[in-house]
């Protein structure tokens, strides 16, 4: 699914969109199907949904329990929802809320388990994928709730970099929306220092956000979670937009 494109601000469409950036569950060696789910992996990033699905199928009528096929179930049925609502304009369908619910389920569920094929790691890439599929739908308070969660997990030992990345431009992208320049503007110098090619732009190319004075985040981090995960239900969405193509690094 594309980025929605703000009439204000000039968004990168990969930020959040693609299934590659949002993030896909790396699969552990203890799984058995790590083969056929890399092939999975790469069709959902193709945008090769049924091959995915497909894949997916034939893993889970042998491995029922399997998580990390579960998980690549369930992100083919969001991306596939995406493309329906995209073209029909929906910002968000029930056909969305029952395919979103069955990832946030399964985030649940890893949450709560030892995992012992999984990382930490795994679940805030879960995390940042369900937050960038809110945040495409403008639904941003649920979505500043999980991209919090994501951003909260991962520390300097677990996180791959560009992964990190990717979760702080969302953050930003997300503060960008609510016009709260000064975390947005905290968050992208963030993204910045990582090398971060979304972030460079924005604050190349958005005058109000680049003349904002940051705000620290790292003070209100808890707080702003907390209230933003106590929010018991998104917001209805508004229309999806099909966005400018992003610029070259």
């Known amino acids: 699914m594309t980025l929605l494109r703000s009439a204000v601000f000039c968004l990168c469409a990969w930020l959040v969109s693609s299934p590659a950036l949002a993030g896909l569950p790396a699969p552990p060696p203890c799984d ?3 083969a056929q789910l890399r092939g999975a992996e790469t069709a959902i ?3 090769d949904y049924a091959s995915a699905q497909g894949i997916v199928a034939n893993v889970l009528r042998g491995d029922p329990t399997d998580f990390h096929a579960q998980f690549l179930a369930s992100q083919v049925a969001v991306f596939r929802v995406d493309r329906v609502d995209e073209d029909r304009g929906v910002g968000s369908s029930p056909e969305f809320t029952t395919a979103i619910v069955g990832m946030i389920a399964l985030a649940k569920r890893l ?3 030892d995992a012992a094929c999984f990382t930490m ?3 805030q890439r879960i995390d940042n994928t369900i937050g960038a599929e ?6 941003l308070g649920i979505s500043e709730c999980y991209l919090l969660k994501a951003y909260e997990g991962y520390r ?3 996180a791959n970099a560009d992964t990190r990345t990717r979760v702080v431009d969302n953050i930003a992208l997300n503060y960008l929306y609510q016009g709260k320049m000064g975390l947005a503007r905290d968050y992208y110098d963030e993204a910045a220092k990582s090398n971060g090619a979304v972030a460079r732009y924005q604050l190349s190319t958005n005058k109000p956000l680049r003349d904002s004075t940051p705000t620290p985040h790292a003070p209100t981090d808890a707080a702003r979670l907390a209230a933003a995960c106590a929010v018991p239900k998104p917001a209805p969405g508004k229309a999806v937009h099909k966005p400018t193509p992003p610029p070259p690094p």
């Open 32 to 34: 058995p199907h790590v």
């Open 45 to 47: 990033q193709h945008g």
């Open 111 to 113: 949450d709560g388990a």
């Open 134 to 139: 809110y945040l495409n739908r403008k639904q």
């Open 121 to 123: 790691q795994d679940l």
């Open 156 to 158: 300097p030992r677990q």
